[in-house]
């Protein structure tokens, strides 16, 4: 059998360079990927074939006709910029609050906004590259990492209330409402099985980190840290000895502390936002999109954060330039 490199080996030696090429490690020891999109280096098949199966129903538009509430048809109809497992732009990007509990839904076809006590509430949808990693960095075991207002302790968990809330999809551990103002039901018939389930989760936990890590700019990082950005977007982190093999032991640059902190907004405290890959996932920035521009998501840091605000507003021009830069690489 002979393959486009000559002979079978030879094929399969050039596919072990462009993986070895795909994760490399910085001067820094930080493991980065080279693509959107692609799993962490390491898997085992077993968890590689979960991964895939986890993929294609991420991507899989489920069947609509039952009369279950949902916002959309897909993960990825939010979850898609620049790809799969990211975030949103425009529309997309923007969707209504699902998670909240004092909410109302609008529309009954469940498109549009809900409304709270303050009025249409919408949240951005967050990129999930690297997720895993943070799901495994070393922390307080009983610190709530999830969403952002970090209210969810468990992967699995969210992406069962995910199926639930997003796409109408009930599942062992989240069951999905047919009426607006009802609760979520405490038992119900699965639509998607536990394998389903534990597949998806084993997708976007194993999404590798946002490629990005071209850093440019030696003043940007610097006065990042000056001006005190860093101490609430601290930038490595790095997984506990007990995490999954291909999660293990391993140093990361996201750029978040895991903390809540209150910005001066009119929100309970929030999450501090990631920053990695910040430049291929938005605009819109910030839990509610309200940042149109990397600069705009800087202005609205309030409350804990205001002397970083503060500082970066007295920094020159040439320096903003720089700091924006440096963020753009990450
Ligand atoms: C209608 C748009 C929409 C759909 C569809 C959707 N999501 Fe999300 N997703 C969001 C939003 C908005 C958030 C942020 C929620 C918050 O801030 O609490 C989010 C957050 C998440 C998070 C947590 C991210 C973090 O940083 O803590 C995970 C995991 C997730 N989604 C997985 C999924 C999966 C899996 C599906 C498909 C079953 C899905 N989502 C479908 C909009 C969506
Ligand atoms: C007191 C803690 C704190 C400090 C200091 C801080 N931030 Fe933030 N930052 C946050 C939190 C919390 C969020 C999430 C806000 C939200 O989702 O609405 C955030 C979000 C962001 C975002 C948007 C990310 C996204 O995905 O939407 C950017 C950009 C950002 N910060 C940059 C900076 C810069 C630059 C500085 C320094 C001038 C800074 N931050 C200082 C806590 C902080």
Redesign the pocket.
């Known amino acids: 059998m002979t393959s486009r490199f000559g002979r079978p080996t030879a094929g399969l030696f050039v596919v072990c360079l462009l993986l070895a090429c795909a994760q490399r490690a910085h001067g820094d020891g930080v493991y980065v990927s080279a693509y959107f999109g692609e799993p962490v280096a390491g898997l085992d098949d077993e968890v590689r074939s979960s991964f895939d199966r986890g993929q294609s129903l991420f991507v899989r538009r489920w069947d609509q006709s039952s009369t279950a509430m949902r916002n959309a048809e897909s993960c990825v109809s939010c979850h898609s910029v620049p790809m799969p497992g990211g975030s949103g732009m425009s529309e997309q990007a923007l969707v209504p609050t699902a998670l909240g509990e004092t909410v109302q839904r609008r529309a009954p076809e469940g498109h549009v906004a809900e409304v709270g006590p303050d009025g249409v509430v919408t949240r ?1 949808t ?1 990129p999930l590259f690297g997720i895993g990693l943070l799901e495994y960095s070393r922390r307080n075991n009983s610190q709530k990492i999830f969403g ?1 207002f970090a209210e969810i302790d468990s992967l699995e968990k969210f992406v069962a209330r995910a199926f639930a809330i997003e796409l109408g999809i009930s599942s062992e551990l989240s069951c999905s409402r047919s009426a607006q103002n009802q609760d979520y039901p405490k038992s119900c018939t699965p639509i998607l099985s536990r394998r389903e389930l534990e597949d998806v989760v084993t997708f976007v936990r194993f999404l590798a980190a946002p490629p990005n890590r071209n850093q440019t700019s030696a003043i940007g990082s610097k006065l ?1 840290s000056q ?3 860093s ?3 601290v930038e490595y982190r790095v997984t506990s000895a007990e995490a999954p093999p291909a999660l293990r032991n391993k140093r990361f640059a996201p750029f978040t502390d895991l903390q809540l ?1 209150d ?1 001066g907004g009119s929100t309970a405290r ?4 990631p ?1 990695w890959g ?1 430049n291929s996932y ?1 605009p819109p ?4 999109g309200s ?1 149109n521009s ?1 600069e705009d ?2 202005a ?2 309030g409350g ?2 205001k002397p ?2 503060h ?2 507003s007295l920094l020159e021009e040439s320096d903003k330039i720089e ?1 924006i830069a440096f ?1 753009k690489s990450l």
């Open positions: 951005r967050p952002a990042f001006i005190g950005c101490s609430c977007h902190h910005l929030l999450r501090t936002a920053l910040l938005g920035y910030l839990h509610d940042g990397i998501a800087i609205h840091h804990e954060a970083a605000r500082n970066f700091l963020l």
